[in-house]
């Protein structure tokens, strides 16, 4: 069964601590994405990575980081310097030889909320 | 003002009536475009791409695109309750990233 997983579903911190969201794919896909989701304000851009041991800052990079050891693993930590945490979190993967259309696709994301 | 603009709605319509949605933008390089559907809690899911200007439908529902006004819609019909969510427009210029709409909340009543 192919997809793109995310674990946990809903995930609670209390200030100060940082955590670690988890994104796993079996797809065989290059590309991966970490968005955020605000209400109202569409998708934003995390991190993306395009290949193993490589990635890139999106627009919102500051406060998070990734690591990229596995293709198969795209792992976003929220870290404690992150001001506003509680967030939709969504991990995506685009397909290869999609380069221009960029067509990618979404796990089922992650609720932080921050206490 | 935001590269992408999308109404966030609530759009309320009956069952069996044509929803129209849109989304205007202001980066005339934007050449591939995109429809979500999300339903709540979910991430989004993939309806719809199209590439530069003209038309394309599938099953019930028609994407436009119209890059002289800088206007993208999608149509959908012969709406269910089952099309009840938020429907995201994303696009972008070749080689970079996606650019997204704030989504428009979708409600189907039977």
């Known amino acids: 069964d192919g997809g793109i997983t995310q674990s946990p579903k809903y995930l609670f911190r209390k200030e100060g601590q940082n955590v670690t969201l988890s994104c796993e794919q079996n797809?065989?896909?290059?590309?991966m994405y970490w968005y955020r989701q605000d209400p109202g304000q569409g998708l934003r851009l995390i991190y993306y990575?395009?290949?193993?041991?490589?990635?890139q800052k999106g627009d919102i990079a500051e406060g998070y980081s990734v690591s990229r050891e596995k293709k198969e693993s795209f792992p976003l930590t929220v870290t404690s310097a992150q001001k506003n945490p509680t967030a939709f979190y969504l991990c995506?993967?685009?397909?290869?030889?999609?380069?221009?259309?960029?067509?990618?696709?979404f796990g089922p994301g992650t609720r932080l909320t921050v206490l | 003002q935001k590269e992408v603009e999308q109404d966030p709605g609530p759009l309320s319509v009956p069952e069996g009536a044509i929803v129209s949605l849109n989304c205007t933008y202001s980066?005339?390089?934007?050449?591939?475009f995109m429809w979500y559907r999300q339903y709540s809690r979910k991430g989004p899911e993939l309806l719809m791409y199209t590439y530069s200007s003209g038309n394309k439908e599938d099953g019930r529902f028609t994407a436009q695109v119209d890059k002289s006004s800088k206007y993208i819609s999608l149509f959908i019909r012969d709406s269910q309750p089952s099309d009840s969510a938020t429907y995201l427009c994303a696009m972008k210029a070749a080689g970079n990233k996606l650019t997204f709409g704030g989504g428009t909340r979708v409600l189907v009543k039977p």
């Open positions: 990575s395009q290949i193993v041991n490589d990635f």
């Open positions: 797809l065989n896909h290059d590309a």
């Open positions: 980066n005339s390089a934007f050449q591939y």
């Open positions: 995506a993967s685009r397909p290869e030889g999609t380069g221009s259309t960029d067509t990618q696709y």
